[in-house]
């Protein structure tokens, strides 16, 4: 029997809904601010704190790393923003640099300028959330991965965890959307995820089993569970032309118009599901970016400002 589209999409909530079931209840937060610094760029100003939460505790996490978070948390100082301000989680990659991590996000890799889009939108007036991924940066797992060890860190990570992978991923993707929701200069109702490869998977599956996630970003493909678990809320991807097959894009391009046709154009919303290509490699396109963005900030009724992409962080004084 072939299902309708919509019966897909029962179908994939009903099994995500399960998935969910198995999710452990997460602790209070705990959050620590371990510092805090104000940084300024030419005419753009904004505070950098190094925080740490928790996500879990030991009945439910073998792994000491999958406990707690590390990651940096940007704040607009600009005049021009003003509280609440819409909120980003920034998720990383972990294709290669799986140790840079969320450094490379908030501007502090100068070799991945393309992948600093959470230093690019708090001089926008979103604060955004960089965490660690598990097994990545500082939530290294020393006996799976040697400090040597630099690529694909999420490989063999769902035995030592107890679980399969991507359900921590988007269980962790959860708590950060709970780390925004709780600050008091964060509007609840303008929260977003990014994110590039790996991230753009955490990115997805995060919004996808989560309904207080109102926009997404991503960098990569989005699968169709989590596509129809996501519609019809604001989703931009894009994919890059030269790691993948024309037959795949074809593929991906089919089930974005199916979702684009029941569950967007009939009620107006046909500009919030946007799907682009771009002829080029494993890289967040900045072209891609300075459209996303400000469609991000008309979505969220954000104030426009002007942004160099590509700056590298050195650049950045403090």
Known sequence: MIMSIRQEREHFIGQIKEEMAEYPVPPPLDMQILDKHYRSDRDHVYEEWKIDYRVETEETMPQLPGRSVPAYLLVPKDERFSPPYPAMVAFHQCNTDCIIAKDAVVGKAVQRPDQAYGYELVIQG??????????????????????????????????????????????????????????????SERIGVIGHSMGSAQAASTMARDPRVKAGLVTGRVTKKNLLAIAPRFLMTVLQSLEKTPETIAQIRGYFEEARSEFYEPDGLSDHLLLTVFECGHSFPDEYKSEAFSRLRSYFNASSTDVQFGKAVGEIDE
């Open 126 to 187: 979103f604060v955004v959330l960089a965490p660690d991924a598990i097994n990545c940066g500082e939530r290294n797992i020393p006996s799976i991965r040697h400090p040597y060890e630099n690529k694909h860190c999420h490989q063999i990570l769902s035995d030592p965890l107890g679980r399969p992978f991507w359900f921590k991923h988007a269980y962790d993707g959860m708590r950060a959307v709970d780390v925004l929701s709780s600050l008091d200069f964060v509007d």
